[in-house]
């Protein structure tokens, strides 16, 4: 087999393109998915049976169907009920909300984690319920649950191959059409593979730098 990694990588700049928009997609999804996952997360650790059995539908809806069902339900699905989103938007979207679904569970085990002993320190200061949610109860369920929450932001930001059936111009969409356009299918899958692994790998070790040094230091 004659290999031609030059013939792909003459090709940059829509490589580039197509890594740029997967960073976009996963940081937009990423800031979008996680504050709906604490509060998801917050709601099925409230006392309210009906909360929780409400935010439990949704919660088990995403994590009990493939993501790209959700895709194509936000972006075929959604017109038919006059909302219609670019395949950037539906793509935000849809990678937001299966990020929520699973990290609300994962929050919801780092909220029911702390000792309920704090939060009567906490009713003692006289703090009200979001005082005590935000300063009290948050940041150290968030630390005990980072490691977690990172793992599902890679797997949400890898899903987002999966945008390109929708036309979204990442990653993958820019090697398939690297692919068809050079007849190096294998040498364009082959470095895109290797795009995503250090994306994976940069991710992870940003997100532990972020765990350790910002928002959850004992």
Same mark, same amino acid.
């Given at each position: 087999m004659n290999l031609d990694f030059v013939a792909v990588l003459r090709q940059w700049p829509l490589l580039a393109s197509g890594l740029a928009w997967t960073v976009a997609l996963t940081l937009l999804s990423t800031v979008f998915g996680m504050v709906a996952g604490i509060l998801l997360g917050w709601a099925r650790a409230a006392r309210s049976p009906a909360l929780r059995a409400l935010t439990g539908v949704y919660v088990e809806a995403i994590r009990n169907t493939p993501f790209i069902v959700q895709l194509f339900f936000v972006f075929f699905? #959604? $017109?038919?009920?006059?909302?219609? *989103?670019? $395949?950037?938007?539906?793509?935000? *979207? &849809?990678?937001?909300?299966? #990020? &929520?679904?699973?990290?609300? =569970?994962?929050?919801?085990?780092?909220?029911?984690?702390? $000792?309920?002993?704090? *939060?009567e320190a906490a009713a003692? #200061? &006289? *703090?009200?319920?979001?005082?005590?949610?935000?300063h009290v109860v948050l940041p150290p369920a968030l630390r005990r649950v980072w490691p977690a929450l990172t793992g599902q932001i890679i797997i949400v930001m890898l899903g987002s191959a999966v945008c390109s059936q929708i036309s979204t111009p990442e990653l993958s969409y820019a090697t398939y059409l690297i692919a068809?356009?050079? /007849?190096?299918? /294998? =040498?364009?899958?082959? +470095?895109?593979?290797?795009?995503?692994?250090?994306?994976?790998? &940069?991710?992870?070790?940003?997100?532990?730098? +972020?765990?350790?040094?910002?928002? /959850?230091?004992?």
């Amino acid at each position: 087999m004659n290999l031609d990694f030059v013939a792909v990588l003459r090709q940059w700049p829509l490589l580039a393109s197509g890594l740029a928009w997967t960073v976009a997609l996963t940081l937009l999804s990423t800031v979008f998915g996680m504050v709906a996952g604490i509060l998801l997360g917050w709601a099925r650790a409230a006392r309210s049976p009906a909360l929780r059995a409400l935010t439990g539908v949704y919660v088990e809806a995403i994590r009990n169907t493939p993501f790209i069902v959700q895709l194509f339900f936000v972006f075929f699905g #959604l $017109p038919s009920l006059g909302l219609r *989103l670019s $395949p950037a938007q539906a793509s935000v *979207l &849809a990678m937001a909300a299966n #990020l &929520a679904g699973y990290s609300a =569970e994962i929050v919801r085990a780092g909220i029911q984690s702390i $000792p309920r002993g704090q *939060l009567e320190a906490a009713a003692s #200061l &006289a *703090l009200s319920t979001r005082q005590s949610f935000v300063h009290v109860v948050l940041p150290p369920a968030l630390r005990r649950v980072w490691p977690a929450l990172t793992g599902q932001i890679i797997i949400v930001m890898l899903g987002s191959a999966v945008c390109s059936q929708i036309s979204t111009p990442e990653l993958s969409y820019a090697t398939y059409l690297i692919a068809s356009r050079s /007849f190096r299918s /294998f =040498e364009a899958y082959a +470095i895109a593979a290797v795009a995503y692994l250090l994306l994976a790998i &940069a991710v992870r070790q940003l997100l532990a730098r +972020i765990g350790k040094t910002l928002a /959850f230091r004992s």
